[in-house]
């Protein structure tokens, strides 16, 4: 994606100048910034498609940063972080990151990430103004399901009140696969290439946390679906009717 542009807060000058490298190699244009301060400056004066940042951070705790960062960037942010618990995997995503890597990784994975993030559709990258009137053409429709109204094409989630509902990127393609594949039961694996476009680990839990956001936001109780029900050992099945128009 020879078009993207990406801001990396990352204070560890080392690992700085390794992404630069690859990252320039690949045919990013890389900006680096070491501060929370920094980053949400550059932010404000320029364009960028996608944030990669730590969460040890030198001026504050990365976390904190992810709201800020959201009231004024609107795309991916991918947490890259040394911190491996679970706990915190869990809390960075629930604070609105689309994606977590864990130090050490590889930077194929990292780039492979990028790219993922990057084909959701409220974040693709245009290469020419046919591309984007055919990706237009093809988000046009909306769905309605139980008392919500999904809108792809704005990222717009409503309830039967006209109130909206905030969703992060990696939950309207969450929830875009799922209303389009109703009454289907979706394995976790699916659902983890569908949405990260790389290779399945079974310990990663982010496909579950992704589920129980959107169960909270959309007031689906777990112990009583009507949206979302879970498949024992094959993963979730969307079992609302949906209705296209």
């Known amino acids: 994606m020879p078009n993207t542009r990406i801001i990396s ?17 690949e045919g990013y244009h890389l900006t680096q910034v070491a501060t929370s301060k920094d980053c949400l400056e550059s932010l ?10 730590d969460l040890g951070l030198p001026d504050g705790d990365g976390l904190s940063l992810i709201p800020q960062i959201k009231a004024q960037f609107e795309g991916p942010i991918i947490i890259i972080s040394g911190k491996t618990e679970t706990t915190d995997r869990i809390v960075g995503l629930e604070m609105g990151a689309d994606d977590y890597i864990t130090k050490p990784f ?16 409220s974040h693709a990258v245009p290469t020419s103004a046919s591309n984007e009137n055919d990706f237009d053409g093809a988000q046009s429709a909306t769905y309605s399901f139980a008392d919500w109204i999904y809108d792809p094409a704005k990222l717009i989630l409503k309830d039967n009140m006209g109130q909206s509902v905030e969703l992060t990127s990696g939950e ?26 790389d290779n399945f680990d079974s310990y990663d839990r982010s496909i579950d946390i992704q589920v129980t956001r959107l169960r909270k936001k959309l007031a689906d109780d777990p112990k009583s679906p009507h949206l979302f029900k879970t498949v024992r050992g094959v993963g979730y099945m969307f079992i609302a009717d949906v209705n296209a128009a």
């Open 9 to 25: 807060l990352e204070d560890d000058e080392n690992l700085a100048v390794v992404l630069r490298h690859y990252l320039e190699d």
């Open 44 to 53: 404000k004066n320029n364009h960028f498609d996608i944030v990669l940042m």
């Open 106 to 121: 590889e930077m194929r994975e990292l780039t492979a990430r990028i790219r993922a993030n990057l084909r959701r559709p």
């Open 172 to 197: 309207c393609e969450l929830l875009e696969i799922f209303l389009k594949s109703n009454g289907r039961a979706l394995s976790r694996e699916y659902l983890f290439e569908r949405t990260r476009g």
